[in-house]
């Protein structure tokens, strides 16, 4: 299955349907969307290689087993093409002023991913608003956590970005903006 339409599908539950409506799962597939719409996938200098979802669905598998980044990228420049992951996570707030992203065990597998692969990982936090349409969105590297759990909001202050505005991959700093 093509992966960008995927995205596209026309019963796609990112059309802000109420959130009290949303399982968990429908929550986090329309946030990972919401973060693959920020790449202009039809420019052609973006492909989406995977999409960890959509196999979660097709396989029955439920998102904890999933050991995998969401979303997997290929950025194409003139000299040669560029991978990296995302691991994307949604939340109504950030409640006390922090919550935990992930457990141990996953962040291990992360980690690993990261460093087998040879590729750069991130995570796309959006706050408040619909997952389909967050108020607040953070894009930070992976390493920034380091095998920390829990996610201050006053520790993604720098990686704060326009929710609404396009995703650039720098090839030079292996760096998401």
Request: proline letters at 5%; charged letters at 25%; aromatic letters at 16%.
């Amino acid at each position: 299955m093509n992966h960008n339409s995927a995205l596209r599908r026309k019963d796609d539950i990112s059309s802000l349907q109420p959130l009290i409506s949303l399982s968990a799962f429908e929550k986090g597939e329309a946030f990972e969307k919401f973060v693959a719409s920020l790449f202009n996938l039809k420019s052609k200098r973006f492909e989406l290689l995977h999409y960890n979802s959509e196999n979660a669905i097709l396989y029955g598998l439920a998102a904890a087993k999933c050991l995998y980044p969401d979303l997997k990228f290929l950025f194409y420049t003139k000299d040669r093409p560029f991978k990296f992951a995302i691991e994307c996570k949604w939340k109504q707030s950030f409640g006390t002023g922090h919550f935990q992203w992930a457990d141990s065990h996953r962040i291990k597998n992360y980690m690993a991913y990261e460093k087998r692969n040879h590729i750069p990982m991130f995570i796309a936090i959006g706050i408040g608003g619909h997952p389909a349409s967050p108020d607040k969105l953070y894009l930070t590297p992976l390493s920034h956590f380091g095998y920390k759990t829990e996610v201050f909001e006053r520790d993604l202050i720098p990686y704060r970005r326009n929710p609404k505005r396009r995703f650039f991959y720098d090839a030079r700093q292996l760096k998401l903006f």
